[in-house]
């Protein structure tokens, strides 16, 4: 069964520009998730999709969105890059069906570095 | 969300049992105990998880103390690619609610040696 697929896996940009970052969840699953990791911040949720819908979001400006298509893949676009917004990028997908625990399958991210 | 503890770092050497604390004395009944761990630039893996009871699967071992403030992770004989951040999460469960919105501390430093 394949994993949480991730692209672009790097990718380096100007201050100013914007960029949209992919996220293809394990096949069935409807929740995915995106977290930003630096190394001042560590691991920081920025908000969940399920079902085309968003369930939850983090404390992040608005420069930061995303959306969930139809197939629960996932994009998430950040407009006017600040230099702050090298992170790494992370995907997680989950079942998204209620009751009980609930695990997450990350994806091995996207690596985001402005210039 | 409960909020947890974890020692900055441990040391293991490698074929010993390492054993992770994490102390969560603020959870509440419906909060279950997770285990991810992150190898250096990669997606944080899934380990364990636990509600009440003491839990094992192919990786570890997750120990729940009785009044469940607090739990060990063990990797019962660890070895050099068990060197990670393992962070200790605690969360209710889903009903119906939000699933994704884990909240990372800053985890154990791992380092598994020779």
């Known amino acids: 069964k394949a994993g949480v697929t991730q692209t672009p896996r790097y990718l380096i940009k100007t201050r100013g520009q914007q960029v949209t970052l992919s996220c293809s969840p394990i096949s069935g699953h409807r929740s995915v998730s995106w977290y930003q990791q630096t190394p001042g911040q560590g691991l920081q949720f920025l908000f969940e999709?399920?079902?085309?819908?968003?369930?939850n979001k983090g404390n992040f400006p608005g420069r930061f969105s995303g959306r969930q298509f139809s197939n629960s893949r996932s994009e998430m676009n950040v407009s006017t890059l600040e230099l702050g917004d090298s992170a790494l990028y992370l995907c997680?997908?989950?079942?998204?069906?209620?009751?009980?625990?609930?695990?997450?399958?990350f994806g091995a991210g996207s690596r985001l570095t402005v210039l | 969300d409960a909020k947890t503890t974890q020692p900055t770092s441990m040391d293991c050497a490698e074929g010993r049992a390492a054993n992770l604390p994490c102390n969560h004395s603020t959870i509440s009944g419906n909060e279950y105990v997770y285990w991810y761990r992150q190898i250096h630039s990669q997606g944080p893996q899934y380990i364990i998880h636990?509600?009440?009871n003491n839990e094992t699967n192919e990786m570890a071992s997750l120990i729940i103390t009785e009044d469940r403030k607090s739990s060990t992770l063990i990797l019962p004989h660890a070895t050099l690619r068990d060197t990670a951040v393992y962070y200790c999460i605690v969360r209710v469960g889903n009903y119906g609610g939000s699933q994704g919105n884990l909240i990372f501390g800053k985890g154990t430093k791992l380092s598994v040696k020779p």
């Open positions: 997680a997908s989950s079942s998204g069906s209620a009751g009980g625990a609930n695990v997450l399958t």
């Open positions: 999709y399920f079902s085309e819908t968003q369930r």
């Open positions: 636990g509600l009440k």
